[in-house]
């Protein structure tokens, strides 16, 4: 039942026995339009018996994405609106994402990049593509941080990494290169010693942000790809979305935001869905997710608490979006809620 290749295709989906013959034509639909791609590590993790599985869920097509909701948008957090050239999106002032690649190991069903990744989408940036988002970057002295993204950076070769570092290395004013990949969960065989080595470079601060969503992407042999990582000095944070049917109740986040520390990474942001096209199915509503991260308050350590993220629509940022604990009064004093919701009074200030 295991993959020993990437499942790309309908018919090696059903052929693998995760989507069902008479579901194939509108499954067929659904890959005229969006990348199909499924590693074999996570169809390994797939419970076949389970038509709910959360693994599933994540990778496998369904015929709901051909729904198309009238507030979703092809480019739902406004990439575009701040792209000042190509493969450089610049929406704030410190830190530019570098999207030098839009393919990935695993095509996610939720992704908020769908229309750009996939043999469909952007591709990878051609040479003079790249010369012209280095200078770019060279010629603004405020860019600290470059974050690469797209699609995955990691399926990158050890070689074209390296060579991303090494013109990276030769500008003074970045100091920190943030990595964004699934691939030490979906095909940690990648994180060997030749990525390793091509993610560090000289005045260079590497962070690697891993996105999984369901602990149960966190195999053994993901963290042993993790603690490769770590043990080399590359700092990890983790990225996870919240979505209805996989991990949308307070067992899995609070299981998943464990899995990260004892992975030894960080949590760090986890997302509202986006407004993507064809995934209305995944979104749950801003009130249910409030209330499940309150629920982690006093669940689990304060090191497995990861900051609730909104997207705002249209290319406006980032926005936390987690439960508010206080609010004052007309009296002038503050009501505090503690983790089991009850409430307390606060004085103001002399």
Known sequence: MNAIRPIRTPAELTDAGLVAPDHLAGIERVAERYAIAISPAMAA??????????????????????????????????????????????????????????VCPVYCRFCFRREMVGPQGLGTLSPEAMDEAFAYIGDHPEIWEVILTGGDPLVLSPRRITEIM?????ID????????????????ERIDDALIAALKASGKTAYVALHA???????????????????????????????????DDPDTLAA???????????????HHPD????????RLSIEE???????????????????????????????????DAIRQENTGCYTVSDFKGVEHTYPPSE
Request: hydrophobic letters at 40%; charged letters at 20%; one cysteine or more.
């Open 45 to 102: 993790l797939i419970d076949r018996a389970d038509p709910n599985d959360p693994i599933a869920r994540q990778f496998v097509p369904d015929a709901a994405e051909l729904n198309v909701t009238s507030e979703e948008r092809a480019d739902p957090i406004g990439d575009l609106a701040h792209s000042p050239v190509e493969g450089i999106v610049h929406r704030y002032p410190d830190r530019v994402l570098l999207k030098a690649v839009h």
């Open 166 to 170: 090494q013109r990276l290395a030769a």
């Open 173 to 188: 004013h970045v100091k920190i290169v943030r990595f964004h990949t699934r691939v030490p969960v979906v095909e940690p």
């Open 213 to 247: 969503n369901h602990p149960r992407e966190l195999t053994p042999t993901a963290r042993a790809a993790c603690a490769r990582l770590v043990d080399s000095g590359i700092v990890m944070i983790s990225q996870s979305v919240l979505l209805k049917g996989v991990n």
């Open 256 to 270: 998943l935001m464990r899995a990260f520390v004892e992975t030894r990474v960080k949590p760090y942001y986890l």
């Open 275 to 282: 407004l993507a096209p064809g995934t209305s199915h995944f």
């Open 289 to 323: 997710g409030r209330a499940l991260v309150a629920g982690l308050r006093g669940r689990i350590s304060g090191l497995c608490q990861p900051t609730y993220i909104l997207d705002i629509p249209g290319g406006h940022g980032k926005a936390a979006i987690g439960p």
